[in-house]
């Protein structure tokens, strides 16, 4: 889901910079069947479905890492906001790396994920309990 997410961004700012439909299905065949708000819906269907499937296997995996989710969040955000500029590195993900802002984010993220992966917040289990409802 988060490789359609990242295609779909990808092609809503190629089409955004095309501007022009019959110039965009010329340019690639698969945009005739395309808009603007159906990339965009795309992207955002992939976004929700993989933050769920991830959000759920972190918390399967070790419950401190709920607390990296918002920030995934963010970052899909972020790049997300990177699609909207003009000729953006979205477009060409192999210049990526000269988005400072994007990779400074994703140096904070990795580091809040090794501390996360390391620390134990004992206030968390209680999510992890089965019997949360007590009567």
Request: some cysteine; charged content about 15%; glycine content about 2%.
């Amino acid at each position: 889901m988060l490789g359609a997410f990242l295609m779909a961004i990808k092609r809503y700012a190629e089409y955004r910079m095309i501007n022009n439909p019959a110039l965009a299905s010329a340019y690639r065949k698969s945009f005739k069947d395309y808009s603007e708000a159906s990339l965009l819906i795309s992207a955002f269907f992939y976004a929700m479905c993989s933050i769920f499937f991830i959000g759920v296997f972190l918390i399967k995996y070790r419950i401190e890492l709920v607390l990296f989710v918002p920030v995934l969040i963010g970052l899909y955000c972020l790049y997300f906001w990177l699609s909207f500029k003009k000729d953006s590195a979205v477009q060409k993900p192999e210049k990526l790396y000269n988005e400072r802002g994007l990779m400074l984010y994703c140096l904070l993220a990795m580091t809040l994920f090794i501390i996360l992966m390391l620390v134990d917040i004992p206030a968390l289990k209680i999510f992890t309990n089965s019997e949360l409802i007590y009567f």
